[in-house]
C-alpha cells in the first residue's frame, strides 16, 4: 500500500525526521505486508511501490495509538457509582467487586461480544495495540476464561492487536474477604499456572483495600517465575509502596502514580521503570492529576494510557486521554502525542510498534485534521479519518467537507 499526501508525517523516529517526533513534511509511507518499507518524501516514492493506493489528502499520519492499560474483559455498568460519586461520594477500590459479580454471572459470548465492541469503539479513536487485563474473575476458571477472550480479539485482524495481562490480584473477592491471604495464595500458585499461558504480562493492584506490597511481590514473583513481564497498579489513590515495589522488581511499568514522593521518583527514575499516567481515572473519579512534567524531568519515560474499566474510567478514547495530559498534566501535544504511541509502546517492551520507519508494523492512523496539536486542540473533536493496522485499511471515514 501506498500512502500518500501527508502534509504532516510523525514517525517517533528521530533518524527519519526532524526532532523527537521525527517529522516529516509533504511525505509517503509505503508499506509490504504488515510492515511498513519505506517512510520519506513524496517525491522520492520508490518506483514499483504502486496499487493499493490511500490519499491522506494533505492531512496528519500519526502511528496508531498504543493502549498499554486497559480492563476491557467485564460486564455490567457502574453509572449509578459514577453519578454518586459526582455528587461528593469518594472512590475506593471496592467498587471492583460489583463487576466481578455481573462478569462472572455473564455468559462468555456476553463477555466476548461487549468485548469486542469496546476494541471496535477504541480502534475507531485510532488505537492499534491495546493491553487487555484479566481481573473481575478473580477464580481461576473466571481469569482463564477472560485471558481466552481477550486472545480471541487477538485472533481478528479488524481489530486492534492485543497484549493480554493477568491481573488475578485487583482485590480480594467477597468469598476470601476474610482470609486475604488465602486468595494471594491461590493467585500465585494455581491461578498463575493456569493463566500464565494465556498471558504476556502479570499485573497487580498496590493499594489501601486492594492489595499490600508484600502480596503484591509474592504475586509478581510467581508471574515471573512463569515467564510473565511485570506491571503495577501504584499509588492510585493514595502514597503507598507500589512505586518502590515496582522499582525494586525491575517492572516494565508502573501505572496510575497519582501520588508520588520525591524518592518514588528517583526510584523509578533509577529502575527505568516507565511511567504509565492515565489521566481519565484522574478526571472520572475527581481526583488531582499528577505532575507528567515533573516525571520527565526525572528522566522518566512516561506513557499515556485509557484505563478503560468501568468503575474509575470507562473511555477507549485516546485523544481524549492526549487532551487531558495536555491540559491537566503539563505536557505539550507533542509529549502527549509521542507518550501516546511510542511511550506505550515502551510500557510493553516492543520495539516494532508506536513509530513508523522500515520494519516497523504497519499501525497508522490519518486524522482528520494538519497535525497532531489538533488531538488536544479541538478536545472532544472525531479527528480519526483512517486506521490501517498491520497494513489492513480498517477504518475509513470520509474527511469533513471543506
Ligand atoms: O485501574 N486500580 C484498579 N483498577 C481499576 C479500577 C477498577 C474498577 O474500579 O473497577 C483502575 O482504576
Ligand atoms: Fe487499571
Redesign the pocket.
Known sequence: MVVDGIGLLVTNRPEVGEGPLGLLRDAAVVTEGDRVSWVGPATRIPEGATAPRLDAGGACLIPGFVDSHT?LVFAGDRSEEFAARMAGRPYG?G??NT?VAATRAASDAELAAQAGRLAREALASGTTTMEVKSGYGLTVADEARALRIASSLAQDPGLPSVEPTFLGA?VVPPEHARDPDAYVELVRGPMVEACAPLARWCDA?C?RG?FDADQCRKVLAAGAAHGLGLRL?AN?LGPGPGAQLAAELGATSAD?LTHLSPADVDALAEAGVVATL?PV?EFSTRSPYPDARRLLAAGLVVALAT?C?????YTTSMPLVVALAVREMGLTPDQALWGATAGGAAALDRQDIGSLGPGDRADLVILDAPSHIHLAYRPGVALVRSVVVGGRLVVDRAPAAA
Open positions: 480492563h477500590a467498587g471492583i463487576t485487583h493492584f493499594e486492594a497498579h492510585q496510575h492515565l481515572a484505563d474499566n468501568p468503575g474509575t474510567s
